[in-house]
């Protein structure tokens, strides 16, 4: 006897003319494929249009979808994946239905320039954003009342989420997966689509000097690689920049240049990220789970841990055992 599939929570994004394929691409592989294997109730994907029917896109082809603004705005996430032009107002078809969503409590999301709908809706105002870089100046003329930060790759602030360029997106739709149903399920949706598990939405979206051929990059890929794999050790600045063969000043520019962060910041992360699976999957006391991520002490990862995850240990624990949303508070008081 066959299984009966459970579905999950509906998604939709919208298409628009002229769009890159790309754009919709992100969404549908993060939450239109089914993936059976997790044995959780995965998401209904629903491409969506202002006006049903046929949307030309880049390349001369045409995608089609018989659902418009009203199937879009029923969604419990809603997606806007850019926008056609970024100087013109959203129509007032759309920002009836971003409102209609957001009163709803929908959790609205858009990637790239679609932070131009959302902000031409309302919704961002008073709230922290992102978009593309290339777009700030702009945004900022436009839409002085929000607190834009054009140098992140993602802000989760609460029920609306912004997102810088293309890929960026796609760090937002894990992180969205990984506050839905863990890291662990996060963590095999990003090693099927072979991209990193997690890429702190703090991280800057620009780096002016991209990785070379430099060997000094592979060094700097080698220390990243040893230090992941002795979380657990006391590890400093001075320690990577040995396992790298350079002066801790040379390793700081160098690492700054290969990732937009510093080895501290990183190091930071890559603890928090590995503390989720024993928070979600053991009862390990917190002080324990510090330690064996290479937190000195419960204190300093419970500072990390709000800073990080704007939630406690112990509520995001509670949180991902009974299904109820963690007390997310603001960074001043997660800890």
Request: proline share 6%; glycine share 6%; with cysteine.
């Amino acid at each position: 006897m066959l299984a009966v599939r459970r579905r999950g929570p509906a998604v939709s994004v919208l298409a628009y003319e002229g769009m890159s394929a790309f754009e919709i691409g992100i969404v549908t592989e993060v939450f239109g494929l089914p993936r059976p294997e997790f044995d959780v109730p995965w998401y209904e994907l629903t491409i969506c249009a202002e006006e049903p029917g046929a949307v030309p896109v880049i390349g001369g082809a045409s995608l089609h979808t018989p659902h418009g603004l009203e199937a879009f705005a029923t969604a419990d996430t809603v997606i806007v994946p850019g926008v056609s032009d970024v100087s013109v107002d959203p129509s007032p078809a759309l920002v009836a239905a971003l409102r209609q969503a957001h009163h709803r409590g929908a959790r609205i999301m858009s990637i790239c320039s679609g932070a131009f709908a959302l902000a031409g809706a309302g919704l961002l105002e008073g709230r922290r954003a992102t978009t593309h870089w290339r777009y700030a100046e702009r945004f900022r003329r436009r839409y002085p009342d929000v607190a834009l930060d054009p140098d992140v790759l993602y802000i989760d602030d609460e029920t609306v989420f912004t997102s810088a360029g293309s890929a960026a997106g796609l760090d937002l739709c894990l992180h969205v997966v990984r506050r839905d149903h863990g890291a662990a399920i996060a963590n095999a949706v990003a090693r099927r689509l072979v991209i990193p598990p997690h890429r702190d939405g703090g991280q800057a979206q620009f780096i002016e000097a991209p990785m070379t051929a430099d060997p000094a990059d592979d060094r700097i890929a080698a220390s990243m690689a040893w230090a992941l794999a002795h979380l657990a050790d006391a590890i400093t600045v001075d320690t990577l920049a040995d396992r790298a063969y350079m002066s801790a000043r040379t390793y700081l520019r160098h690492f700054a240049r290969a990732t937009g962060t510093t080895p501290i910041r990183w190091l930071i992360n890559q603890r928090i990220q590995a503390s989720l699976a024993l928070l979600e999957t053991t009862t390990t006391p917190i002080e324990k789970i510090a330690r064996s991520v290479g937190f000195d002490s419960a204190v300093t990862y419970r500072h990390h841990f709000g800073h990080t995850m704007r939630t406690a240990p112990s509520a995001y624990r509670r949180a991902f055992r009974t299904g109820e949303p963690a007390d997310r508070q603001p960074l001043s008081s997660a800890l």
